[in-house]
């Protein structure tokens, strides 16, 4: 897995692609979160467009990437999951945790 980071106006993506699963990738993912919220940027977008799959250990470093933003009176939102990642949030219902979109231009939108 690669974590990828951009900013855009006022917005940090990141961008994820490969596998979300256990290991350094989360701590990568979370630590890339954090150094954000540090740099005081309040508004981020995680592009999963490029995630292949995600497993339980995924599915929980994305919500704690989403507690810590909402710690920080940020907000996180996530953008351009695939059919089956997709899926994957509607069965474990955190389709209705996650502000989700079709496309990160979507996800930018939404700021605005």
Do not use: P, R
């Amino acid at each position: 897995m690669a974590v990828k980071e951009k900013i855009i106006d006022d917005i940090a993506v990141i961008e994820i692609s490969g596998k979300l699963m256990a290991g350094d990738e989360i701590q990568d993912l979370h630590h890339k979160v954090k150094t954000i919220i540090n740099k005081g940027i309040k508004k981020a977008v995680i592009d999963l467009s490029k995630v292949k799959w995600i497993n339980s250990q995924g599915l929980g470093a994305l919500i704690s990437c989403l507690t810590s933003v909402q710690k920080a009176e940020g907000v996180l939102k996530i953008a351009g999951a695939t059919e089956k990642v997709n899926s994957l949030f509607m069965m474990t219902k955190l389709i209705t945790v996650f502000d989700s979109y079709d496309t990160v231009d979507h996800a930018i939108a939404s700021f605005k």
